[in-house]
């Protein structure tokens, strides 16, 4: 069963930037559709960037929350099973833990997951 792993977070300062990687313990390159989910405290995960990509890999698109656009930029790099998150002029409100998985269809179990605190 595919395991997902997260890393990258950290206590970063409203403003600054952190990156974010999703390593699957297995080929992504079949699902196409890949997402970088987040859960605050006292709140339901909720999903903030999806990628998509076609049969050969390449990026056919990239959505975001309306509370990340313009902020966050999601990528895949399906050679190293690898989704990544970069997240720049962080605010307090983006305080979670980040979570990767599919979007649609059965998830994949679910990682444990990175913090990412942004505080002063």
């Known amino acids: 069963q595919v395991q997902l792993v997260e890393s990258g977070g950290g206590l970063v300062q409203p403003g600054g930037s952190l990156r974010l990687s999703c390593t699957a313990s297995t080929t992504i390159s079949n699902i196409y559709h890949m997402g970088w989910y987040r859960q605050a405290p006292g709140k339901q995960r909720e999903q903030v960037a999806l990628i998509t990509s076609d049969n050969s890999g390449r990026t056919i698109g990239a959505n975001y929350a309306g509370s990340v656009k313009g902020r966050f930029a999601i990528s895949r790099d399906n050679a190293k099973n690898t989704v990544y998150l970069q997240m720049d002029s962080l605010r307090p409100d983006d305080t979670a833990i980040y979570y990767c998985?599919?979007?649609?269809?059965?998830?994949?179990?679910w990682g444990q997951g990175t913090q990412v605190t942004v505080s002063s």
């Open positions: 998985n599919k979007f649609g269809g059965p998830l994949l179990p």
